[in-house]
Structure formats: C-alpha cells, structure tokens
C-alpha cells in the first residue's frame, strides 16, 4: 500500500453462529437483510445463497460451522456469511466452481451460483483439513471481482458453546496521520502520554541506544532495522511515522457470557470513538473505560505503512505476532487486566516483513500453531485467514476472538 493512501476498514458485528442445526440460518438471513435494508432483490439472493451453503455444509462437511454478520462502511452495510468446517475439503476448487460438477449426486451448482451471487467470494479448501468460504453481499447491483476492494482487517469471533453473546472483540480505524500531538494540535508527530492514570509506568531513559548497540547487528546509516528485531520505544513518549496509519484492537473480556461481553463492547465503543494514536495511549483510554467492568486483556498494534513498522503494546494473555509463510515473530506483552490493575506498559517496535501478516487471538485458541498452518492463507482474504486459524486453533472451553491485518505495508 502506498504512503498516501488509506487502507479500507470496515467494522463488523457478529450476529449468530449455526452449527448443529444450520437449517436455521437461511430464516436469520431473510430477516437480517430486511433489518439492514438490504433491500427485497439482495435480500433474495442472500437467502438463495445461504440455502446453498447450508446444503453443502449438511451434505459434505464435518463439524460445519455458519456465521452470518453485518459488515458496515461509513456509507452503507451489507451481511457477510462465512463457513468454515473440518473436512473432507475439495481437491481441485476451481473445478467444483464449475456448474454441473457433482461429489455427491447433486447437480453440483452450490458453489457456482454462491459466487455469482455475491458481491465478493473467496473460499480455501485442502483435502483433510477442510473449507472456508467467504460470501460478502452488499444493497444494489454491485457485482465486483472476487476481492475487490478487500478491507486489509478482517478477524471473526465465537461465544463459548452454549452460549449466544461473546466477550471477545476487536476493532480497526485509521489514523490519517498529520503533524500534531495528542492532546493540543500541535507538535511534529510526538505523541505523549497521559499522566492522569494511577499506574506504575517507568521513566523514559534519557537516551536511546542506536540498533547496533542494542542489537549486536551492524547495519548501515538510513536503512531499517533487520526484520524481526524489536525494541521498547519508550513508555511515554513515541515519535509517530509520516502519513496515514492502521490502530487494531483486540479485546478479551475475562471470562464468558454477558459480564465478558459488555467489557468486550465497552472495549469497542472507546475505541471506535477515541482519538489516541498510539498504542500506549489506546490501552489508557481503555483501562479508563472498563473500570467497573470486569475487566479484559488487550492488544493493540499501529501499523505505519510508508515504513513497515508496527508499534505494539499488550496486557495480559493475548498471543500477538507477526507471520510470514516460515516465520514467526511473537510481540511482547506484560502482565494484568485492563480495567483492575497493570504494573507496566511498554510500547514495541517491530519491522514487519515485505507480505507479511499481523495476527493477534485470545486464549480461545491455542497458541501452538506454526507459520506453515497458515501459510497457504496468504494469497485470500484477512477474514478467511481468520477463520481457517479459528478452526486450526481454536478451543470449545472459552469465547474466541483472531483479528488478522496482511495488505498493509
């Protein structure tokens, strides 16, 4: 992405989960499209979609599982569906696009007429593992290529089994850059901390040791440091990079149900409206917010385009890192709750390979995956990849939030 561009970002609201019973989900869609304004037309199709969908999941799948969501721009929303489950998986997805191909008997034209339909389709599939598919629909006749346009974020989140609400959440906006600091209008892209709040934060050291000296890895004036090298930047003061940056958040409410989730939306709603631009500053205004609440683990990144870097700071037990197709980079976080109680805050700075991706989850999945599970996820979408780390990953025992930016530098 260049400098001067903004990436697209769109926030979405997971509305239900279909698993055991998904014949259930095509009545949920008819309704969410009349609710959204989808209008009668798209309504349909989404309806005709999901039924198709629905079919293939009850007729091939294993341990099948559909979501159906709103997906919102400033100007309009649109539902989302997406399917993820275990296996068979399909050998060859080009050819059972075709109409007319049949593993099953059927006249095989489900994930043909799914892809027409939509607005945006994306789907993986590998033999033993399973399938994730991906049909976007938005209000009026928008036929776009599959992936036009792709938000650059895109992540998924699921309530513990039995339960409808989930206390995982995650959120991107973009920060349009400009030279200013927090708090006065002006300056020349410093960003300072607070001081109003009663945590420990250490004192910023007096000087900051070049790469070489901190890293024993020599590298010539004016170039980056090596990918994968990190440092703390300072706790209270971060010079911010030129143009436009992404701010993600992800939040896990302690525990599940209805206590988690209103953290995780009391999480979303200070984020979506605050105007910090620095991690560091972000995990303040959400301590703020969830006092009295019962409190969350946070991590939230800034990704700054025009030079590849990523600025981190993290509380509490959320898995954050930076992957390539055979590399991992996990970023650093510090004990407490967001809310009740944090000794320390740092921000990181890392230098995020050339087609990479930010990957951050909650403890709902397991933090055991390597780089070559979700390698072959690089060429679809965030959301997709998401999804099939959710499946890969993901626990039965807890609510489960991944939230996954590649697209951005």
Same mark, same amino acid.
Request: hydrophobic fraction near 40%; charged fraction near 20%.
């Given at each position: ?142 036929? $776009? ?151 969350? $683990? ?101 609510? $489960? ?9």
């Amino acid at each position: 992405m260049s400098s001067g561009a903004l990436p697209p970002v769109v926030e979405y609201e997971d509305v239900a989960w279909f698993r055991d019973e998904p014949q259930g989900a095509r009545g949920a869609a008819a309704a969410l499209g009349r609710r959204i304004g989808l209008g009668d037309r798209r309504t349909a199709e989404l309806v005709l979609a999901v039924a198709e969908l629905v079919a293939n999941m009850r007729r091939h799948s294993v341990e099948a599982s559909l979501v159906l969501r709103v997906v919102r721009t400033q100007d309009e929303a649109g539902v989302e569906v997406l399917v993820t489950d275990a296996g068979p998986g399909i050998a060859d997805v080009s050819d059972a696009m075709r109409d007319g191909v049949s593993t099953g008997g059927t006249l095989g034209i489900g994930l043909g007429a799914v892809r027409r339909l939509a607005d945006a389709f994306d789907i993986h599939s590998r033999p033993g593992l399973g399938t994730v598919q991906l049909a976007r629909f938005w209000p009026g006749p928008r036929k $776009a290529p599959p992936l036009a346009g792709e938000p650059v974020v895109g992540g998924v989140t699921r309530p513990i089994s039995g339960e409808e609400i989930c206390g995982d959440a995650w959120l991107a906006r973009v920060d349009p850059g400009g030279r200013h600091k927090d708090g006065d209008g002006d300056g020349a892209g410093v960003a300072t901390e607070p001081t109003d709040l009663p945590v420990s934060v250490p004192a910023p050291a007096p000087a900051v040791a070049d790469w070489s000296t901190l890293t024993g890895v020599r590298h010539r004036a004016g170039t980056p440091p090596p990918y994968g090298r990190t440092r703390s930047v300072g706790t209270r003061s971060v010079t911010l990079g030129d143009g436009p940056a992404l701010l993600v958040m992800l939040c896990d409410g302690l525990g599940h149900g209805p206590m988690a989730a209103l953290a995780g939306q009391s999480a979303a709603q200070e984020f979506r409206a605050g105007s910090a631009r620095t991690p560091e500053q972000i995990v303040r205004e959400l301590h703020r917010a969830l006092r009295g609440t019962r409190g969350a $683990a946070v991590a939230v990144a800034r990704i700054e385009p025009a030079n590849g870097r990523v600025l981190f700071c993290g509380i509490g037990n959320v898995t954050a890192a930076l992957v390539t197709p055979d590399s991992r980079t996990n970023m650093l976080s510090h004990p407490g709750i967001v809310g009740h109680q944090m000794h320390q805050l740092h921000t990181y700075e890392y230098l995020a390979q050339p087609g990479g991706a930010l990957i951050m989850h909650s403890d709902g999945l397991s933090e055991r995956w390597v780089p070559q599970d979700v390698a072959a996820f690089f060429p679809h979408s965030p959301s997709v990849m998401a999804a099939g780390l959710l499946r890969l990953a993901g626990t039965r025992r807890d609510d $489960a939030g991944v939230v996954v930016a590649r697209g951005a530098w």
